[in-house]
């Protein structure tokens, strides 16, 4: 018998293809290595009838999966990054990063080539903020409706005909082998996607030595970087989920290139700025990105959110 890995991870298809490729990419590396999977239900997960604006809190994916870290019950949770909130618990660490899958978003639709092509006043779903004000900015006149629920309950509403489209993640559809439902994929200059979107984090307690070095040859500097300028934009704002803030980052040889963008939920106000820093100065690129977009008038925006909220 060799050394065993317990990985803690949702129950929805994504989550578990998520961490079952984690798990091949572990099992592939070390040869003696059993790794076993532990599903475990979050919040997210139980309240599926509410817009997650409207639920609250931070980690609504997350939080009982890091307690089960804690415990000592699971050795190492597969997140979606775009899920872990800027702030993580003080015993645990988002370790190591993974190369990045596509981190646009993308337009589903069954009778429509585009978002341009929608006729005037077409249903668009999506739960999120963020898509929704960037949907419009570009198109004032389309209907928002939520729609919540994972990828394969959205897939088959927009395929039942309840919405003319939805704006999912190309990663989710790309990682599902689901990219034959893609309509179109957004330009990330025009329709920023969510930090660390095609991302995944993989998160250990902070003091276990032996976990961190079986995942260490998955780590991917640079998308970690990419992620680290991303995810210090978003703790600046103190953003969740939950507030239509919207952050990319692009990687080059020798520097990092920041969009950030933070809107109105009407889409009417749009703050969005892009800076470049050269490699190293990640954090310190988001910080100022942020700075930049409050003191321009974001700061007005986050305050009205949050206060009716
Ligand atoms: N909000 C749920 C969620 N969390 C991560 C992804 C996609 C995968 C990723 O971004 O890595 C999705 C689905 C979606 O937004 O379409």
Redesign the pocket.
């Known amino acids: 018998m060799g050394e065993t890995l317990v990985i803690g991870t949702r129950g929805s298809l994504?989550a578990l293809r998520q961490s079952e490729m984690i798990k091949e990419l572990l099992e592939a590396r070390w040869p003696d290595l059993h790794v076993s999977l532990e599903v475990i239900k979050t919040t997210g997960d139980r309240i599926l009838d509410v817009p997650l604006a409207k639920v609250g809190g931070k980690g609504l994916?997350v939080k009982e999966i890091e307690e089960a870290l804690m415990g000592g019950r699971v050795d190492l949770a597969v997140h979606?990054?775009?899920?872990v909130p800027a702030q993580l618990p003080a015993p645990l660490d988002l370790a190591v990063v993974p190369a990045r899958?596509d981190?646009r978003d993308v337009l589903v639709s069954q009778r429509f080539e585009s978002l341009d092509d929608l006729p005037h006043g077409a249903v668009v779903g999506t739960s999120?903020l963020r898509r929704a004000a960037q949907l419009l900015v570009l198109r004032p006149d389309l209907c928002i409706e939520n729609l919540r629920g994972n990828?394969d309950t959205?897939l088959r509403k927009v395929r039942e005909g309840a919405y003319d489209a939805v704006v999912?993640?190309a990663?989710?559809?790309h990682?599902m082998g689901w990219q034959d439902r893609i309509t179109a994929y957004l330009d990330p200059e025009r329709f920023v996607p969510?930090i660390?979107?095609?991302?995944?984090g993989l998160e250990i307690r902070k003091d276990d030595d032996r976990v961190r070095a079986l995942l260490e040859p998955l780590h991917d500097a640079s998308t970690a970087r990419a992620v680290a300028a991303e995810r210090a934009f978003l703790h600046t704002l103190e953003g969740g989920?939950q507030v239509p803030i919207a952050g990319h980052a692009v990687m080059s040889k020798d520097g990092v290139v920041l969009t950030g963008l933070v809107a109105s939920l009407d889409g009417r106000t749009v703050y969005r700025e892009s800076a470049g820093a050269p490699l190293g100065s990640e954090e310190a690129l988001g910080n100022d990105l942020a700075r930049r977009l409050l003191d321009a008038g974001a700061r007005e925006i986050l305050d009205a959110i949050y206060s009716a909220s």
Not at 80 to 83: A, L, T
Not at 196 to 200: I, R
């Open positions: 994504l994916f979606s990054m775009k899920d899958e981190p999120s990828l959205r999912l993640a990663a989710g559809l990682r969510a660390g979107q095609g991302a995944l989920c």
